[in-house]
Structure formats: C-alpha cells, structure tokens
C-alpha cells in the first residue's frame, strides 16, 4: 500500500499533489461519501480517495448527479465530498445554489479544480464567483499542505454554520507536489437522518425563510474570516501592499519581496475588516489573482463603501488595463514581466517606491517549442475520423473527451465543440435549421462513450423524440480515457474496482428509439468505411457504435510495422491518418517509428501498393 495510504503516526511526511493532499485531508476529516465526474485537473482526489477503504467513493454519470449523492449523504448524516473540474460545476450548479438554501447536517465540501491558462479545457472561467452568487463560504490554499489543512477545516466550518464549502484549487496547485505533514483518521460519528422538510425541501413557502436563514449565516461567516487564521499579512515596509490568494500568493511573494501582503485563505465572504486594518498607511495596493478580478472587484466595493483613496491595481475591469494578466495562467515569471511592462508605461507622477519596486523586479525566460497535440499511435478513432472526414457535404459536430483532437490536421473531421452532450443537441439544432433553409446537408455527431452517459443520453432521447434525422458515432473505446483511464457505466466496474452492471449502449440505443444501429470494429479499415457510408445514406437518425479498447488501457501492442522502402510510391495516404509514428522521409515516402508504433495495422490496409507489413515478414 502506497504511503498516501498508510495509516500513519501523526508528523509524518510525504510529497503529494494538491488534489492528493485534498483527498488526505477529506479522509482525515472521516469522509464517508465521495462523489465526481472525472475532469482534468480534479480527476485524482476521488480516484485517491477511492484507494481508502473507509470511503465510499464513485464516479458519477455526471456532476450533477455526484454533487446531489454528496448532498444526500450529507443530508443523512455522512460526511461528503464533492469534486469536479471548473466547468463540471456548471452542470452540477442547479443542486449547488438550492444546497445553501436546505444547508446540510455532516460537513459538506464542494472541490472545484479551476484551469487558468485552459490546458485541457474550453474556457477559462472563475468559479470563485460561485461562491459570490450562490452565497457560499470560499477556500482558497496555496500549497499542498494547505490544501489538506484547508479540506479539513472545510468540513468543520461546513457543520459550525450549517453550509456547503466551496473549496477552490487551480491546475498547478492540483498537479504540483510539496511536502505534507500526515496526520490520523478522525472517525466522526454517524449524525443519522433527521427527517426536516422545512428545511430540506425547497418549496417556496420553506425557501423563503431559508434565504433570510442563509443571509444570517452568510453574516456569521464574514465574522469567522475577519478571525480566521486563514487570512493573514506577511510583515513588509511601505506604503504599497499586495493582496493574494491561492498560488497566486506564491507567485507575489516571489515577485513583491520586501512588501506587505496579505493572504487570502478565504476570500468570501470577504473579510472587510482584516482588509481595512491591512490597508492603513498604504497608498497603492496590487491585487495578484488568478483568473478574473474577483478580490478586485470586492476590495473596490469595499473601499467606495468606507470612502477611502488608495489605489487599486490588479486586472482591471472592463476597459482598463492593469499590471495583472487579464487572462492565461500566472507564473512568477509572467506577473514580474507585467508589472514591469505597466510601470514603464507611468509618467513622472510616479513615487520614489514606485522605481524602487521597478528596479527591484527582473525578467528572464526562455520560450520553449511548442508541440500540437495529437492522436496516440493506435488509437481507436483514427480511422472513424479519416473516413468522415472525406465527406464534402456532411457538417461534423464534436465534443469533449480526446477525441476532439480529431478536428486538428491532417483528419480535420470535426467543426464544432462546446461542452459535454453538445455534439449530439447541436447537430439536432443545425439539422433543423438547415432544413427550413431548404439545405440538404448531413449532419453527424461524433461523442465518446464516457461523454455519452454523462449527457449524450438525453440528447439522442430529444433527437429521436423530434423526429431528428442526424447520424451520431458513439467512439467506445471502453473507458474514460481523456482523464487518464477512470471507470463508467459502460466498464462494469466501479470506481473502487468492484464488479457491477455493464450498461451495453447497442441495447441502451436502441431502449430509447433508435432503429438503426450499426457497429464496427475501428481496427477494421473496411468495416468502418462501410458503416459510416450506411449510416450517411440512411433516411432517417442513425447510430453508428465503433468499438474497440483504447489501446492505452488495454496495453495493445501486436508488434512494430515497417515501410518497404522499395516498394513505397509516396502517395502519402498513411501520412494522412495521422499516426505520430509514422514520419514522411526527404524523399516524401514513409516510414515508421517501431518504439511508437503499436501495430493496429491501419496503415498497412490502406496502402494501395502493400508497402507495409509486419517486421520481420519477408
């Protein structure tokens, strides 16, 4: 058993990532309940957290789902944690916002994993808001250590003032490792089921008076974070000062050396006296945080409030430019760059302190070459992509998981992608419109089969109900492999590993309507060429199930192929799959790179001249 998991003599250490640490900190705080949808870079607190024996922990169909398992066992009694990636909270914010209103009877803690810079995700939003709009009490640590000591305190706080917490990392808190100091198991009672409708069931006659209730525990809680040690100043000399939160702070003490700051461990509510006692005596105060202005906007109100003159310089709002990215993730680096790049932009109005701190920050960084993303040798969508991809009058709508990467050069076989579910209720949308414009075009919707369950389900149940023509392709590849392999409805395990019902999606298709479902093997270059082309003629909605194991996660590897060099014409056919091991030579033929190659044979079966062929065949 790996040390994350021993039980340990308190004081011991370990090196953990952020959403490690997390984990640590929810089973030290006698989790019983853990509930997600996989989603970089929240995946490994609930896969962590699956590991203990003394959690319950599942993958989810969706957020929405894991979020109200988690409430329900806080509801009964249990400690509960929730987590997902940013934009997993947008479809799990229909529970959140009711669950401040019913408030819980165990600790309740809401992980959400944002990803300033989009490193494997479609925007970039910052769901510290959240707490501002659904009234929720927010944590925000810096380092792993924080984050266990933070996740624990969550779930206390959580029960002190009868609430959810909303817990918020980023991606390099998330993936970056530091030392923690382990401590034991807290085995909290059970506080069992306590039958309220009043305050559990959000009828509006009961709402009503829990939003006055929420206000009153809102005001309790802007009390705790003006005491909290969570929120404190790093000593500094001057009359300029920084605020920050998250690793962000990392990054402005790295930057501002020298500088009062005050940490932000639980921005919201906003502790406004702890803020104007670390304002007195400054003149100028830098606001360093990740991703949007939120503690900007906040001190502003704070200070248009009290009346008070001190300059704010942080992001800036809508038509101002300030020393701080607008957007894109920081790095020590990038905030000394900006802050230098705007102080050079004063004019001579500038303070004696205000070069001092210019000459005080300095800037070097080497770019690195940028590599595009691509299919991994063997994957199973290849072939699917390549095939659509030759159809001129087909519209391909796309969706998240990795196989959105089947938009980018050389396959080019999808032109749309939003969200999770969307490929299959947009193609819907299109078609219909297309159709009152008199456009005889078809539209296909490309969705993996992890995508599918989360909220492709629902979509191709509207589809088939308003008599859509669209051809959808499920990519089955068995897992949920974008994330790094997690389990699903369609995997027949669970996500401690325990056998369980294996949802078939022929039989579930079909179960919603669906007359016309064909299946093939992706391996099967002429299989598949055949199905995508029975699908498109069909007159009528179509479902087109490729099936075959990522081959990462079944470890597939038939042995390396070859390029007979002879024999090869240089037509540039295998080129065009995309296959990272297969390379172009000076002399435009092929060749492959037998360490990456995994042997799926799609190449060999579209060569026109048989030019490639096992190694070591003669």
């Known amino acids: 058993m790996s040390e994350v998991l021993e039980k340990v003599e308190t004081g011991k250490l370990a090196i953990l990532s952020g959403n490690e640490a997390i984990a640590r900190g929810a089973w030290e705080a006698g989790v019983k309940v853990a509930a997600a949808y996989p989603g970089t870079p929240s995946t490994e607190i609930v896969e962590t957290l699956s590991k203990y024996p003394e959690v319950y922990s599942e993958w989810s169909v969706n957020e929405k789902v894991a979020l109200e398992v988690a409430l329900g066992a806080a509801i009964s009694g249990s400690r509960a944690l929730y987590a997902s990636k940013h934009v997993g909270l947008n479809v799990a914010a229909d529970p959140l916002f009711s669950a401040a209103y019913t408030g ?77 100091t382990l401590e034991d198991r807290e085995e909290v009672p059970h506080k069992g089921y306590e039958k309220n409708p009043s305050k559990y069931l959000v009828l509006p006659m ?17 009390k705790f974070s003006n005491s909290t040690h969570l929120n404190y100043v790093l000593e500094g000399e001057g009359e300029i000062g ?102 050079k932009g004063e004019t001579s109005s500038e303070s004696s302190e205000t070069s001092s701190l210019k000459h005080a920050l300095k800037y070097d960084i080497s770019e690195l070459p940028a590599r595009p993303p691509m299919l991994c040798p063997g994957c199973t969508h290849r072939s699917v992509f390549w095939y659509l991809g030759k159809y001129k009058n087909v519209i391909i709508t796309g969706d998240i998981g990795c196989y959105t990467l089947g938009a980018l050069p050389p396959l080019k076989a999808m032109e749309t992608c939003v969200d999770m579910g969307a490929s299959i209720t947009m193609a819907h949308g299109i078609e219909k419109s297309l159709k009152e414009k008199g456009e005889n ?11 599918f369950y989360h909220s492709g389900v629902t979509g191709l149940i509207n589809a088939v109900y ?49 007359e016309k479902v064909i299946v093939v093997d992706p391996y099967n270059m002429e299989e598949t060429k055949r199905g995508i082309a029975e699908m498109i003629r069909y007159d009528g909605l ?17 042995g390396a192929y070859q390029v007979d060099n002879d024999k090869c014409i240089a037509c540039g056919l295998c080129i065009s799959l995309g296959c990272p091991a297969i390379y172009k030579l000076e002399d435009g033929k092929a060749a492959i790179n037998e360490l990456l190659c995994v042997g799926c044979d799609m190449c060999a079966q579209i ?12």
């Open 441 to 451: 075009k078809v539209v296909v919707a490309v969705i993996g089969d992890s995508t």
């Open 607 to 618: 060569c026109p001249v048989d030019a490639i062929h096992p190694i070591g065949r003669e």
């Open 104 to 180: 819980v009877r165990a600790g309740l803690v809401v992980v959400t994993a944002d990803d300033p810079g989009m490193h494997s995700s479609q925007n970039e939003q910052d769901n510290r808001f959240y707490a501002l709009s659904a009234k929720l009490p927010l944590l925000v640590p810096s380092d792993s250590q924080e984050a266990k000591d933070m996740t624990k305190l969550a779930f206390k706080i959580s029960e002190d003032y009868d609430i959810p917490v909303l817990l918020r990392s980023t991606t390099r808190l998330s993936h970056s490792k530091a030392p923690v």
């Open 206 to 222: 009961y709402a009503r008076k829990r939003r006055v209730d929420l206000e009153e525990r809102l005001e309790a809680l802007r």
């Open 242 to 343: 920084v605020i920050a939160d998250g690793v962000a702070f990392q990054y402005a003490k790295e930057v501002f050396q020298g500088y009062p700051i005050l940490k932000l461990g639980m921005p919201y509510p906003f502790p406004d006296e702890k803020v104007l006692e670390f304002l007195r005596g400054l003149k100028r105060v830098y606001v360093v945080e990740e991703t949007d202005p939120f503690i900007e906007i906040l001190l502003r109100a704070l200070l248009q409030r009290e009346g008070l003159k001190v300059e704010v310089l942080g992001k800036g709002l809508i038509g101002e430019r300030g020393p701080v990215p607008k957007y894109g993730e920081l790095s020590v680096e990038r905030l000394r760059t900006h802050v230098i790049a705007y102080e």
């Open 466 to 514: 308003n008599k859509s023509k669209i051809k959808v392709v499920i990519l089955d590849n068995s897992i949920t492999a974008m994330t790094g392999h997690q389990e699903h409805p369609g995997t027949g395990l669970t996500a401690k590993k325990e056998e369980t019902v294996k949802i078939d999606l022929e039989k579930l298709v079909k179960a919603i309507g669906v």
């Open 542 to 558: 179509a479902v087109l199930i490729a099936k075959r194991p990522c081959p990462l996660y079944i470890k597939f590897n038939e």
